[in-house]
């Protein structure tokens, strides 16, 4: 997602060996232990949603129905990383409350609410690489999770910081496409709006909200992946720098 991946979420939300700003508030261990379990499931959620996927295909299944087998495992693990949120608000991690919110933002709201509500995006093969983009991007939790565990495997490290390369463009259009698909049923059913007149003489309009998105993702898009070449850069480098020294 475009802004789930925004600012400091790469390393600020979990405690690394290599020295990044991501230590939680306090050095105690239940505290790193329960963090690392929290990665650890939640890479394994998403290992299950690519199983899914991938089986689906494999079954003979089409990117129409992919949404049976695939939705409900999705919508849940990705609601999971609203304790990031909650992991923010108690402190036992760095990164502020705002910063989490943006950051599980953008997959909420494709995951969670328009894929979840409305058929035509569900039926879109957008659906299918925005979910397998997804979950292959998620093996930064299994990396979070070694190094939480005082383990620091390079090839998670590679991993972590080279399958965004491919999976962030590619998954950022499948969620504008996603999106894009979902307007037509927005429009016909005057899904998540509110007209007026009402008691509360408030108006909203889940229609233009949805392409005012369409408009931010792009942008979105090139904040997280100008900053993501950053990351590759400087923790990618890292391993080199240490054999010449």
Not at 220 to 227: C, K, S
Request: proline share 5%; net charge positive.
């Amino acid at each position: 997602g475009i802004n789930a991946e925004y600012g400091a979420r790469v390393q600020s939300t979990h405690t690394s060996t290599m020295k990044s700003p991501s230590t939680p508030s306090a050095p105690n261990p239940l505290v790193n232990y329960y963090l690392a379990a929290f990665n650890l499931l939640s890479g394994v959620g998403w290992m299950v949603v690519l199983y899914l996927l991938i089986s689906h295909y494999v079954n003979g299944g089409n990117y129409s129905t992919a949404y049976e087998n695939v939705g409900g495992v999705l919508f849940v693990v990705q609601s999971i990383a609203l304790m990031e949120v909650v992991h923010s608000l108690v402190g036992i991690v760095k990164t502020p409350v705002m910063t989490v919110l943006m950051q599980v933002y953008s997959r909420l709201l494709c995951a969670c609410v328009v894929t979840y509500r409305i058929p035509e995006a569900q039926q879109s093969f957008a659906f299918t690489t925005m979910a397998g983009l997804w979950a292959v991007s998620e093996i930064r939790y299994f990396y979070y999770a070694a190094n939480l565990l005082g383990l620091s495997p390079y090839i998670l490290l590679w991993l972590r910081y080279s399958l965004f390369l491919v999976c962030y463009p590619l998954g950022a259009g499948s969620e504008w496409l996603v999106m894009f698909t979902s307007l037509p049923y927005i429009s016909r059913t005057n899904l998540l709006s509110v007209d007026l007149p009402n008691s509360y003489n408030f108006a909203f309009s889940f229609y233009y909200f949805i392409i005012s998105q369409l408009f931010v993702w792009p942008f979105g898009l090139y904040i997280v992946y100008t900053h993501m070449l950053r990351q590759r850069a400087r923790n990618l480098s890292s391993p080199e720098k240490e054999k010449a020294n």
